[in-house]
Each structure stands twice: as structure tokens, then as C-alpha cells.
């Protein structure tokens, strides 16, 4: 199929190039095919034409329709009617019009070898062709005659095709991520006639969209470090443009497209003898975050659509894939953040009053004080029981507790004043609503810090804790009359106001501290009432 021409002539005028015989001519030669279709008269010919199962077409100097025959127009999903004169690049993948244009030179020197490309139809569906065409001359003018068939069609039944098959089991079973990504780079391979499979995905969103090599199938050693040292993204991928998109790709130049945009790659590919790509974008997050590339032999000029229906789903698989390795890094980092939020929160308490009591050991055996030796290694025991308690309840995430917030923070504030000495004034609001477990949890983590605050750096005489509602709040408040801090001064070091923090907004609400030197803190927590 070329590009060229002047203005469209009648539909059926190219024909004329082809002489009808002369009156007294001799007979023609029946070893000579050309002769023998001459001397079939021009309306012989042409019935030829408009009867063939193929799609035969001429196009012209200005990329114009000049014919187009009934099996041609069946594919292209438009009669030649609508078409006549018209760019015919416009019917085919926009991807895919600037390779047709390159042809133009190769046909002018005599190729005539088979190329695939996408037909778009006017519903937006697509076909592949297969084809092959030349150029010749006709008096003045350049014609280029070509004969193509379909050799897919690609819907959206087809693109949600279900693929049973290793990759899809370990995904259903939960294995390692790599593993799952192997095993579709092979099944893409085994199932299709490409010779290798890139299953190329970001390496981190921060890093500028670097790819990294995840798996692959087919490929000569060392591939994957050909990829890290091409610092490739996925718009410097053959049709990456198309891709960033989220648009599937059949590229019959896919060869030249990455030695044109990563030579080193396209160099270490080259044992292979590869000329088309298949190219199929990997989702994350709604974002294309990678590709499934695969090579296909130059003998190879399209995929079938069992081939297509096979990659596609496979690329779908990919893409779960990955979300489930995001999420499973997520669930980490969030289990991470828990852990580090309770240990604080449980532990740094426990320990400061395991030193307090220690201390106090330290004193009474300086001064022979067998009552204050006895009472603090009690104490120690207790503590000791308690900090073992917290640790389990921390890293298996399983706590009894007390049965709602109320209960909760009475518990805390007779604790405190207990344990530490501290006197708490415990002020609870009528009418409290039911809290479910996971805000007690962290509303009483919250107050527990900030009563521990109290003890540690206030240095306070003593500390009032409140629970009360306020409009559509639940208002959590905690406050001393310690020595007090510049809230707004840094502090090295500590992870308590930050843990407070994260804890609130897990609440959907937030936190407020309201302090200054010498004048005792202010901790205040809101967040939306239940329901």
C-alpha cells in the first residue's frame, strides 16, 4: 500500500493502464500470465477484481483512494463510495502511518514482501491485514497497486479473554510476585509464535519511571542488565507514546523503532532475529507503569487473534500482578507503621517506669530502706508482667482491653496515678456514644502518650483527662500544669507527637497541642462522631 498520487480518477479509470488487445493482434503467448490477462479485455479484468475474496486496492501520489474493490471495502468497513479521493492513511492506525509512508521508497525499488498492519473501522474496531504492494508507473502518473487480506479482528470480547494457565493460579494462591511474573512471560512465549518476551515494569515512580527488566522468556543472558543500563522509561519504548496511553501496539518496524530509540538494547537483542513487536501496556494505580514486549520473526508479518486474545489476558495478569505487589508493600509499610506506633506507645512507658522503679531499688538499698526495696520490686514485677503482656499484644495485633473508650480511659487515668504517681482528674461526658474497637484503640494510645508526656518531660504536679462531645465531634483532651514547651521549637529524637498524629488521622480527625514554657500543655484530639 503507498502513498502517492494526483487527483483520484474515475473508480474504475486505473484499470486503463492495463491495454485491451488491438484488433488483428496475434494470439497470445499461454506461458506468458501477463499476456494472458491482457488478452482478457478490460471488463473481464475488472470483474476479476470486484469478485476476489482479496482486498485489492490502488492508492495514489497524494495518499488519495483511487480503487477499492467490494472484499477490500468489507475490511476497510467502508464502501469505495465514501472513500474516493480520500487519504487512505486515515483508515489505518495512527501509530502505524508513518512506517506505511517509509515503505514508499523500498516499494519504489521493486519490494514486494508482506507487511501487517491495524485497519481502524469506523466503530473503532480493529483489523490486522496482511499485504503486499508495488509501484508503477502509468504515463505521468505513479499508482500503487496492492492485494491485502485480514488476519484478525480485535474486540473487546476479545481483550477480556480469560487465559487459564500457571501465572493465573499463582496469582489465585498468593505466590511471589517474580514467580507470578515468570511464569506469564513464558506462557506469553509458549503460547504465540514470538521468539522472546520483555516484561519490563518501573522500578519506582520516584526513580523517573526507570524500567527494570521483571521477567522474560527466550532472551539471551545479560538482558536484564542491558535494561537497567538503557534507563529506559516506557514513552522511549517503540510506540511509547501509544503506550503511556494504554494503547496495545503491533508494530511490523518494531526492530528499528528500539534501535532507533536504544541502540545498546536493539544491539543485544539482535542474536535473535526479530523484526516485529507486539507491545501491550502494564497498569498500575491507573497508570501504565510497564510493557509486555514481545519479539516476532520477520517471516511473521501479524499475530493471530488467538495469539492476541493470549497476550492480551496475560498482560491483564501482568498488570494484577504488580497492583498486588503494591499492595502487598503497602500492607508492609502500614504493619511497619503499627508496630513502631505500639512499641512506642506501649513499651516507651513501661520502660521509663521500669527505670523510675529501679532507681527507687537503688535508693532504698543505699539507704537501707527494706520497705521501699520491697514495694519497688513489686513494682518491677508488675511492670515487668504488664511490658511482656504489651509486647505479645503488639506483635500479634490481639488485645483484650477494656470493652469501650469510657472503660478505656478510666483504666488509663487509675494506672497512671498508680504506677506513676501522677494525680488524674477524669472528667467523662454523659451520653458518650459507642466507639468501635479500632478508635478506642487509638484514642487510648493517644491519651496514654500524652499522660506518659505528663510524667516524663512536664514534670507536672498533676493532669486532668476529658471525653465529651462537641456538635459532630468527639473531642479527646489532655492537659497538665507542667513546665510546658515551645511547640514550635524542634525536637531531635522523639517519635511521641508524631505517632499521636498518625493516630488521629486514622481517626479521621486531627490533633492540636497548645503549649508554651512554664505554662503546662494542652493536647487536644477531634475527630467525626461514630456514624
Not at 520483555?198 to 515512580?205: G, K, P, R, Y
Not at 526507570?210 to 538503557?230: I, K, M, N, Y
Not at 482491653?401 to 461526658?429: I, N, Y
Amino acid at each position: 500500500m503507498d502513498h502517492r498520487g494526483a487527483a483520484a480518477p474515475e473508480q474504475h479509470q486505473p484499470a486503463a493502464a492495463v491495454p485491451a488487445p488491438r484488433t488483428g493482434s496475434p494470439a497470445p503467448d499461454r506461458t506468458d500470465g501477463g499476456a494472458v490477462l491482457r488478452a482478457l479485455g478490460l471488463d473481464a479484468l475488472v470483474d476479476l477484481l470486484e469478485s476476489a475474496n482479496y482486498g485489492v486496492c490502488i492508492t495514489g501520489e497524494d495518499h488519495s483512494w483511487v480503487y477499492l474493490n467490494p472484499a477490500g471495502a468489507a475490511v476497510i468497513g467502508r464502501p469505495f463510495a465514501e472513500l474516493a479521493g480520500q487519504d487512505y492513511l486515515q483508515s489505518f492506525a495512527e501509530h502505524e502511518r508513518a512506517a506505511l509512508l517509509e515503505l514508499e521508497h523500498d516499494q519504489r525499488a521493486g519490494d514486494t514482501g508482506f507487511y501487517a498492519n491495524t485497519v481502524v473501522r469506523p466503530d473503532g474496531s480493529e483489523v490486522g491485514i496482511t499485504w503486499s504492494g508495488s509501484v508503477l508507473r502509468v504515463g505521468d502518473r505513479e499508482l500503487a497497486p496492492a492485494v491485502f487480506h485480514p488476519t484478525f479482528g480485535l474486540g473487546p470480547s476479545d481483550t477480556e479473554a480469560v487465559v487459564p494457565g500457571a501465572a493465573a493460579a499463582g496469582i489465585a494462591e498468593g505466590a511471589p510476585v517474580e514467580e507470578v511474573l515468570a511464569s506469564l512471560a513464558r506462557e506469553a512465549v509458549d503460547r504465540s509464535r514470538a521468539l522472546g518476551c520483555l516484561l519490563l515494569a518501573e522500578a519506582d515512580e520516584a526513580d523517573g519511571g526507570r524500567l527494570l527488566l521483571r521477567a522474560s522468556a527466550g532472551l539471551p543472558p545479560g538482558t536484564g542488565d542491558a535494561v537497567a543500563e538503557a534507563g529506559l522509561s516506557v514513552s522511549d519504548l517503540p510506540g511509547g507514546e501509544l503506550l503511556t496511553a494504554g494503547r496495545l501496539l503491533l508494530l511490523s518496524d518494531g526492530r528499528q523503532r528500539l534501535e532507533r530509540s536504544s541502540p545498546p538494547l536493539a544491539e543485544h537483542l539482535a542474536g535473535l532475529c526479530w523484526q516485529g513487536a507486539a507491545a501491550l501496556p502494564l497498569h498500575r494505580g491507573g497508570r501504565t507503569v510497564g510493557c509486555l514486549l514481545l519479539l516476532m520473526p520477520a517471516s511473521v508479518t501479524a499475530p493471530t487473534k488467538s495469539e492476541l486474545t493470549s497476550w492480551s489476558a496475560l498482560g491483564a495478569h501482568a498488570s494484577v500482578a504488580l497492583a498486588d505487589e503494591q499492595l502487598r508493600a503497602q500492607a508492609a509499610e502500614l504493619e511497619r507503621r503499627r508496630l513502631g506506633r505500639d512499641l512506642h506507645d506501649s513499651l516507651s512507658a513501661s520502660l521509663f517506669s521500669l527505670h523510675a522503679r529501679a532507681q527507687a531499688v537503688r535508693r532504698g538499698l543505699a539507704a537501707g530502706d527494706g520497705e521501699l526495696v520491697a514495694a519497688a520490686a513489686r513494682d518491677l514485677e508488675e511492670l515487668s508482667r504488664q511490658a511482656v503482656a504489651e509486647l505479645r499484644a503488639t506483635v500479634t495485633g490481639i488485645r483484650g482491653g477494656s470493652p469501650d473508650l469510657a472503660g478505656a480511659l478510666t483504666d488509663l487515668a487509675r494506672t497512671c496515678t498508680a504506677r506513676d504517681g501522677l494525680p488524674v482528674r477524669l472528667r467523662l461526658a454523659a451520653g458518650l456514644p459507642a466507639v468501635d474497637a479500632e478508635h478506642t484503640e487509638h484514642l487510648a494510645r493517644i491519651a496514654a502518650e500524652a499522660l506518659h508526656n505528663c510524667v516524663k518531660h512536664a514534670r507536672a504536679g498533676s493532669a486532668e483527662l476529658a471525653l465529651e462531645v462537641r456538635g459532630s465531634e468527639l473531642v479527646l483532651t489532655v492537659a497538665d500544669d507542667g513546665r510546658g514547651f515551645d511547640p514550635g521549637a524542634p525536637r531531635g529524637g522523639g517519635h511521641g507527637q508524631r505517632t499521636m498524629r498518625e493516630r488521629a488521622l486514622l481517626c479521621g480527625g486531627w490533633l492540636h497541642v497548645d503549649s508554651a514554657p512554664g505554662r503546662g500543655t494542652r493536647l487536644v484530639v477531634r475527630v467525626p462522631l461514630p456514624g
